[in-house]
């Protein structure tokens, strides 16, 4: 501003210079252009810093206003870029890692000294004990295990390194009510894993359980004396019914079911079955079946007449009934077939065709050693290979871990 009034006075004081008279008109016109041009020069020479200053104080004002919200951008970015790796630090955190299933063969090994996951504390109705425990669902998605704990008439489901269970279906004492249930031997979930299906033996039906609603129950299958359950890829229900020598396939809404394997008369022909006891099904739909008093495991392909002898290859002089009376049986990848049977504490492992079986865990001798079964039943793997075996007369399950070394 200060510049502008010296700018203006200097003006002033030329002009009335030029308006003196002792000058003549020739040189006061050439006077009078060069006063203008100077004017004109000084004045674009004051002017220009000052627009140049103005300019700049502008931009810096401007750049100070981009850098202020090129700073504020950063720092939100950051924020989110932080938020976004705690929240996924936090979402790894709780989830469950679920790891590949491990390729189980006739080479793969476990450790022999088991690890007591439920049970454990005697005969009893506690729930950190169990009472003739006999079938079971290893759940790896839950990270738990499903138990039938026969005399105390409930299915309880046991969390990997808990110290008790929690009683999912049953627990109301003995009985046929529809939230009772009188020596159930097998539970599995159903492909959903949103109900149980259970085989209520001695109430000759096959119940299903809600496993959000403990209250919520209803009879799926009635009149069946139902031994052992298996549910297959597209979540079609199969059951061994005992008593009229077959295995049954059902569908949703099923209640007749068709049969897969065997006849309504017992006996020793390769179309017929004599007391089936435990099953397995495989991905392609084939039925493994413990025959219980024919001693052999029979395989039935999908829609097969008949089925194949898996073990024994043959019997031999030396050893004529070498399965024994078979309890329970589960498959690996590679087609072996572990067995439990009433006549070995040991799980024996037998290859497709082969002439004996090999132990793979437990001891000749009977006991309650971490090495040793009374009674063992039902056996599953779960998705990493490891071993677990319902231990009877021990009112316990044991884990025995894959040996990778």
């Given at each position: 501003m ?5 700018v ?9 210079t030029t ?14 252009i060069w ?31 981009v850098t202020e919200?090129?700073?504020t951008i ?19 955190t ?13 080479n ?5 000294n088991?690890?007591t996951?439920?049970g ?11 009472n ?10 839950d ?6 704990d026969?005399?105390?008439?409930r299915?309880v ?8 269970g ?6 109301n ?9 009188d020596s159930?031997v ?6 959903e ?5 259970i085989c209520?033996?001695n109430?000759?039906r ?7 609603n403990?209250d ?16 297959d890829n597209?979540g079609?229900?199969?059951i061994?019914?005992s008593?009229?020598?077959l295995v049954?396939?059902?569908q949703?809404g099923?209640?007749?079911?068709i049969v897969?394997?065997?006849?309504h008369?017992p006996?020793n022909q ?6 089936p ?7 392609y ?9 024919n001693n ?11 089925g194949?002898?898996i ?8 050893n004529?009934?070498?399965l ?15 067995v439990?049977n ?7 492992r037998?290859?497709p065709?082969a ?9 000749k001798?009977?006991?309650s ?21 319902v ?6 399950i ?6 990778l070394?």
């Open positions: 200060n510049n502008r009034v010296g203006d006075e200097s003006f002033e004081v030329n002009s009335n308006g003196s008279r002792t000058l003549c008109e020739h040189y006061r016109k050439r006077k009078f006063i203008i041009s100077c004017i004109v020069l000084v004045a674009v020479i004051i002017a220009v810093p000052v627009i140049i200053i103005t300019c700049s104080n502008k931009e810096m004002e401007k750049a100070s206003t919200i090129l700073t950063e720092i939100t970015t950051q924020i989110e870029i932080t938020t976004q790796i705690t929240t996924s630090t936090t979402t790894t709780k989830s469950k890692q679920i790891l590949p299933p491990v390729i189980i063969n006739n793969t090994k476990w450790k022999q088991a690890v996951v439920a454990g504390f005697g005969q009893g109705s506690g729930l950190n004990q169990l003739w425990p006999q079938g079971i669902y290893v759940d790896d998605d990270q738990s295990i499903y138990i039938v026969i005399l105390n008439h299915i489901r046991w969390e990997l390194d808990a110290k008790n929690e009683i999912v279906a049953g627990g004492e003995r009985g046929n009510d529809i939230d009772q249930l159930p097998d539970v599995v979930l159903d492909k894993k949103k109900y149980l299906i209520d033996a109430n000759r096959v119940m299903r359980w809600s496993r959000q403990i919520d129950q209803e009879i799926l299958i009635p009149d069946i004396i139902c031994y052992s359950l298996a549910i597209n079609d229900l199969y061994a019914d008593q009229r020598n049954r396939r059902f949703q099923d209640m007749v079911g897969v394997a065997g006849r008369t006996g390769l179309y017929q079955l004599d007391r006891r435990s099953i397995f099904v495989d991905e739909y084939s039925v493994y079946i413990a025959d219980y008093f052999r495991v029979m395989k039935w392909l999908k829609y097969a007449t008949e194949s002898i073990a024994p290859g043959h019997a031999s002089n030396e004529p009934n070498p024994g009376s078979l309890i329970s049986l589960t498959v690996d990848h590679m087609g072996n077939i572990y439990s009433w006549d070995n504490h040991q799980i024996m037998w290859s065709s002439i004996e079986g090999t132990p793979v865990a437990g001891e001798q009977s006991g050693g971490s090495m040793q079964f009374m009674n063992p039943q039902d056996l599953s793997f779960d998705r990493q290979g490891n071993l677990y075996v231990d009877k007369d021990n009112h316990r044991q884990k025995f871990t894959i040996d070394d």
